[in-house]
């Protein structure tokens, strides 16, 4: 780190204003390498030891965003014993940070790291229901009454899943291309919805979460993130926890049909199977 003023150093640690602070240097309470330090001082906290009355000068953690492609073949969980390669060893940043929800080591696309601890519990803890965007390559073609079932919920483990967005893109070679997003991230979810229906998971590629759109950033590639995605993301810790979603169809016609920015609600199928309006 280049030096810095050591007024502003000590507002960043929490001493005060910038102006306080300097009021602590001209009280001769701040030692650089254990010398008094004057007013104007600089210093590099990273190589001198810089104490105010007696304690090491300690600065909050810069926090760091990072967004992954993770590739077909890594794992997201650090935690996971075994030889897989790791989607954090592909970031060359220093310090710890923290993979925002997983993809497992078949799946690809985008991935979140950051140091930021409450911002990564606010993406991933159920109550608040950040969307989640995945194309889906599925064997065969789907038929609406599969899709339906899927946009309204089925049952895993006794559960029903919370209603969900899917369309079809396109047919292709292998399969059938769909576009679902999702509001909720049960362990291998897409993978046990699309068997169950009889239409078995070929690949699985996480193009959006929250705020934040993969692009065209290449499998294995990462990036910082710019300020504007930094501040949206922002407004996501400011958000307060989502309602649930009546158990109800989503509309695949649509991107994005759930609920519109204007928080218009979309048209939709009840249990009953009519149209709300």
């Not at 001082?41 to 104490?51: E, F, S, V, W």
């Not at 997201?76 to 940070?97: C, F, Q, T, Y």
């Not at 049960?186 to 929250?210: C, E, N, W």
């Amino acid at each position: 780190m280049p030096e810095e003023r050591l007024q502003k150093l000590m507002a960043r640690a929490g001493y005060g204003s910038r102006r306080a602070c300097e009021e602590i240097i001209k009280q001769g309470r701040v030692t650089v390498n254990g010398e008094v330090a004057t007013l104007g001082m600089r210093a590099d906290p990273q190589r001198d030891d810089i104490r105010v009355d007696g304690e090491r000068l300690r600065l909050p953690e810069a926090l760091v965003y990072v967004m992954l492609h993770k590739p077909r073949g890594v794992i997201s969980d650090e935690d996971v014993k075994g030889n897989w390669p790791r989607a954090r060893d592909l970031i060359p940043i220093e310090g710890h940070l923290y993979p925002v929800g997983r993809l497992d080591v078949r799946s690809e696309g985008l991935m979140l790291f950051t140091n930021d601890g409450d911002l990564a519990h606010k993406l991933t803890h159920p109550s608040y229901e950040h969307p989640k965007t995945y194309h889906v390559l599925v064997a065969g073609s789907p038929t609406e009454k599969a899709l339906d079932a899927w946009r309204r919920g089925i049952l895993l483990e006794g559960k029903r899943t919370l209603p969900a967005e899917v369309r079809k893109l396109r047919k292709t070679r292998d399969g059938t291309l769909l576009e679902v997003t999702m509001h909720e991230g049960r362990k291998r979810q897409i993978r046990r919805i699309a068997a169950a229906l009889g239409y078995p998971a070929l690949r699985i590629v996480r193009i959006r979460l929250g705020p934040l759109e993969l692009g065209d950033l290449p499998p294995g590639g990462w990036r910082l993130l710019t300020e504007e995605e930094v501040a949206a993301l922002q407004a996501v810790r400011k958000a307060p926890p989502g309602r649930r979603r009546p158990r109800s169809g989503a509309s695949g016609g649509r991107k994005n049909a759930p609920r519109s920015q204007s928080g218009k609600r979309s048209t939709r199928t009840s249990k009953r199977g009519t149209r709300r309006r």
